[in-house]
């Protein structure tokens, strides 16, 4: 009864993609986790196409309830932030061909849901992510580590009732997806236990 | 023996997308035009989707040579940006799924190819696409008219021998299509004859 959370950390040289499961209880667990990479000698067509491709293969393979990206701002680093927003939206289009909720967090957000700490390290980060997952280190490279604090952090936040909207999930129309009832059920009885 | 160009002036609110057919002479007729639209209240990923899925539509009906589609940097409007980044993302990789080669112009490149004035304003490059294109009017909304004066601009730039690297066509691999062979071709003996 676990939710199945595609992370992903969008980018055009590496498009960090993870697979984790949360149980009701907030145990997660790393399914897979691997990065896209693309050189920036490749046309920027064929670029995009690959991580199309990656995406494409990634949700067939590992089904998951909802898909988590990483909200693209417009950064200080303006060399690198329009193909961030590219590969972005191509990963966010993957998910609405096949019916799969997408949501959208911050880096603080994800910072602060893995850390405590919106200001927290790259390093912090990836240590956090290890110990969540009980891992021996953190996934590498960055991304990758990135990625699956990034489905760490919806799985936690999307399990309570009626988040969808602080959470940024854009597929509203659908509502939850049957293991997201099932989860915010089981998780109003456990805070009715508690 | 056109060169049949589709141009995407690409935006989250309006997709403009064209089709041109240029002719090794430089005669320009427009195939057909269209705006994609979605609204601000649709949630992202089903906004990026619709944009998917027209711009699927339009490349199976119309099968160009190339598509032309318009840089995006990151300008001063960032609310605006990322949205027109994710559009562009996803029209590019819709080209490159299906072999179609892609190229990107500046809107500067743009305004100077149809109007010889880089700084052109949006009526002067409207009203050349319109005489251009032997139309009564300009086509409308204007993110229509920038498609179109993409598409313009690339069959007139593209036809030149050689000026692949310089319009930006980023799928190297397949070279010149056959149409844009037998064109280069065309305009050579033009040039010889002039």
Request: charged share 20%.
């Amino acid at each position: 009864m676990a939710l199945r959370v595609v992370g992903v950390d969008p980018g055009l040289t590496r498009c960090g993609l993870a697979v984790v499961d949360v149980e009701p209880n907030r145990r997660a667990s790393l399914v897979d986790v691997t990065v896209v990479g693309t050189s920036p000698d490749t046309p920027l067509d064929q670029r995009l196409l690959a991580i199309a491709e990656g995406i494409d293969a990634w949700l067939d393979q590992h089904c998951p309830d909802v898909l988590a990206v990483e909200r693209v701002f417009s950064q200080l680093n303006v060399s690198t932030v329009m193909g961030t927003a590219q590969a972005s939206g191509i990963v966010i289009v993957a998910a609405a061909r096949r019916g799969i909720p997408v949501a959208l967090h911050t880096p603080t957000e994800v910072k602060a849901a893995v850390t405590g700490s919106g200001q927290a390290s790259k390093a912090a980060v990836g240590k956090m992510v290890a110990k969540i997952l009980r891992l021996a280190e953190p996934p590498k490279p960055a991304d990758a580590a990135d990625a699956a604090a990034l489905a760490i952090t919806h799985g936690w936040r999307g399990a309570a009732p009626g988040s969808q909207a602080s959470t940024g999930v854009t597929a509203g129309s659908s509502g939850l997806t049957p293991a997201q009832r099932a989860w915010a059920a089981a998780e109003a009885a456990t805070r009715q236990r508690g």
